[in-house]
């Protein structure tokens, strides 16, 4: 594929303002992105591709930290990982009196890596869900998945050019934050049709093995339709959600799936029954978010377009006040290409689609909400994309406590890593996966 040049220009200038400093300037010049300071005849230079569009790249190489002009010592791993390199000496050389290089190249791995060029692909295969697989990432073959590693490269570049411009302003950096948010697909268990509820339950019988799970399942989907909503599980991790919200003084981002696009994948949700309204509406006035969940098939434009139309019309008839739009897509089905546009067409100011069902880690490269490009317009999107770090069903997808217990280490060593680049841990969590003692452990 090939990339505008002069868009892709514009999009490091932006990177640079957002996340390194606004007193630097960057241009390209022959093989390098010439990096300077106003008034100030020192230069940075980093390596560059021919043709960015067209990268492939085939292995990861680990350096460590101390291979370097300059003192890297307090950099949170003990190396850094680069694209195809296989360079000898320091990865930063001073050149001469006036210029420093830096020769990984790594704005190149930045724009690829955030902008998701290796999800462009017509030969790629897709999940059943048409989802771009983790196991294809450039990231996940090379083991580094659950690093941030666009951060990592950006703390480079503000390290070494601190180190040139000791005056140099850079950008100010954020407060680690932790969002958590829950796509409600299904608010109501006992509303549920009783022979899909009664299919899950054998499932958890037949092939997961677990008797007490299929009877709890069922029992409590019987005992709520009788004694009535307050007894049923999947509203009660919805309180829980708020307990825990309370606790840790942190505000919910609660996603609605209103629209019905496909009988399979789609749950019925009767958005004018009154059970559902005060719910929603106690979440609303607790303070929490309330955002969009455009169902299974909305990557055709005509059911985005109405699914929007829907949650716009159920919020003011509720009174709730969208000040931005907030989506994640139904499965997390996303297409870099498709996507991104119909996100734009339709005003949605916050995306939280990019992550994985069944892996933790940065989709983006990156714990910090970013601007991607719009490939169908050849423009740069509106809409901030935040990365998914942690669904539940990659926490929780075994019934083993040992194999819970080492998930739930790893994903302190990627809460660890977010907190040291000051970024956001976006967590997804559903209603549904809190009832158990394990899972109530496991958040």
Not at 16 to 30: P, Q, R, T, V
Not at 77 to 97: C, L, P, Q, T
Not at 268 to 280: A, R
Request: glycine share 2%.
């Amino acid at each position: 594929m090939m990339i505008n040049d002069q868009l892709t220009q514009i999009w490091i200038e932006m990177f640079f303002k957002e996340f390194i400093s606004e007193d630097l300037s960057i241009c390209i010049k022959d093989d390098f992105y010439t990096i300077q300071n106003k008034d100030n005849q020192l230069s940075l230079l980093i390596k560059k591709n021919d043709n960015l569009g067209n990268s492939n790249f085939i292995s990861a190489q680990k350096i460590h930290k101390s291979n370097s002009y300059f003192h890297l010592d307090h950099f949170i791993e003990d190396e850094f990982i680069f694209f195809d390199y296989n360079e000898a000496g320091n990865i930063v050389e001073k050149v001469n009196s006036t210029q420093f290089l830096i020769k990984p190249k790594i704005i190149d791995y930045i724009f690829w890596t955030v902008n998701r060029l290796e999800e462009i692909n017509e030969s790629l295969n897709f999940d059943d869900h048409k989802r771009f697989h983790p196991e294809k990432m450039f990231a996940f073959k090379n083991d580094f998945l659950e690093r941030p590693i666009v951060d990592e490269y950006t703390w480079l570049i503000r390290n070494i050019c601190s180190k040139i411009w000791p005056d140099l302003i850079l950008k100010k950096d954020s407060f680690f934050n932790c969002n958590l948010s829950c796509d409600i697909d299904h608010p109501f268990l006992s509303k549920r049709p009783r022979m899909k509820v009664l299919k899950e339950s054998l499932s958890k019988m037949i092939k997961e093995k677990d008797i007490y799970s299929s009877f709890e399942h069922y029992f409590n989907f019987e005992f709520s339709k009788i004694f009535g909503i307050k007894h049923d599980k999947y509203l009660r991790g919805i309180k829980r959600l708020k307990e825990i919200a309370a606790n840790k003084e942190i505000k919910i981002l609660f996603f609605l799936l209103l629209r019905r696009t496909n009988m399979i994948h789609d749950e019925f949700i009767d958005s004018e029954h009154s059970d559902y309204i005060d719910m929603i509406k106690d979440l609303y006035n607790a303070n929490h978010i309330i955002g969009l969940h455009p169902g299974y098939d909305c990557d055709k434009d005509e059911n985005f377009k109405h699914s929007v139309e829907d949650f716009l019309r159920f919020c003011n008839k509720n009174h709730i006040n969208i000040r931005e739009m907030h989506s994640r897509m139904h499965y997390l089905r996303f297409d870099v290409e498709n996507t991104i546009n119909q996100l734009e067409k339709f005003n949605i100011t916050n995306d939280h689609s990019l992550g994985f069902t069944d892996k933790m880690g940065f989709r983006t490269g990156s714990c910090q909400p970013q601007k991607l490009i719009n490939f169908k317009n050849n423009s740069i999107s509106e809409t901030y994309f935040h990365s998914l770090n942690i669904m539940d069903h990659c926490i929780i997808d075994s019934k083993k406590e040992s194999d819970i217990e080492q998930k739930i280490y790893n994903a302190s060593v990627l809460i660890n890593r977010v907190k040291f680049y000051k970024g956001n841990l976006n967590i997804l969590w559903h209603n549904s996966s809190l009832n158990s003692k394990l899972e109530l452990k496991a958040l």
